[in-house]
């Protein structure tokens, strides 16, 4: 695979509902860099399966990821709890990862001429990856304010939803995360910690400006 020199690649691993995605899209935007959630890659895989049932084998997917566009991730039916649910699940399949990792590297080395770099966001990005990605950042924030933001985001789709019920759901992720076999969330040594429990979205990706423009200025 070609991989483009003097690109800026920043890495950022998070457990659910700790702001990460959103710090990718400013970081992304301030530096311009291909941004990926590589989660959303799983969640695309698994709203194929649940269409397209008959058709779900190696050699299809295989396909399909080589087809892939940023823009097909933008896709709203992605973030339904039965894609959520569906993409859990696959992602534990080994083959499947092997292609979404070669989607997730062609991003991470190779983004099309017009950014600068790249900036990927997930769980086993740091370690597994880009580990030699110029900037490794682990952000997280307590469990009840990770649940209340989530929380406050369901909440306006589902006005049954409880607090409790968010909680629990991020306490399962979490435990799911940590504990899987395969690319199990963790702070590498080389990742700067990043706890936005306290932290405004702003004041969040101020921080996060600042450990980037002393890396790129030194």
Same mark, same amino acid.
């Given at each position: 695979m070609f991989n483009r020199k003097k690109i800026l690649k920043v890495a950022i691993d998070s457990p659910a509902a700790a702001g990460a995605g959103t710090?990718?899209?400013?970081?992304?935007?301030h530096y311009k860099l291909l941004q990926l959630d590589t989660g959303l890659v799983y969640r695309y895989l698994a709203y194929i399966k649940i269409k397209k049932s008959e058709n779900f084998n190696y050699s299809y997917l295989k396909k399909e990821i080589q087809k892939l566009k940023i823009i097909n991730l933008k896709n709203k039916k992605l973030l339904s709890d039965e894609v959520a =649910?569906?993409?859990?699940k696959i992602a534990k399949d080994k083959n499947i990862r092997k292609l979404v990792h070669? %989607?997730?590297l062609k991003c991470a080395y190779n983004p099309?001429?017009?950014y600068k770099g790249s900036c990927l966001d997930g769980r086993d990005i740091c370690s597994v990856i880009v580990p030699d990605a110029d900037i490794k950042? %682990?952000?997280t924030a307590n469990l009840k304010t990770r649940s209340l933001r989530r929380y406050k985001e369901l909440r306006a789709k589902n006005s049954?939803? =409880?607090f409790q019920e968010v909680l629990k759901s991020i306490? !399962?992720?979490? !435990?799911s995360d940590i504990n899987r076999k395969i690319s199990p969330?963790?702070? =590498?040594n080389d990742s700067i910690l990043i706890n936005t429990t306290n932290l405004s979205i702003r004041r969040s990706f101020l921080k996060i400006k600042k450990i980037i423009d002393r890396k790129i200025n030194n």
């Open positions: 710090q990718a899209k400013l970081i992304s935007k =649910t569906v993409a859990s070669l %989607f997730q099309p001429k017009r950042l %682990f952000i049954n939803l =409880t306490k !399962k992720r979490d !435990k969330l963790k702070k =590498t």
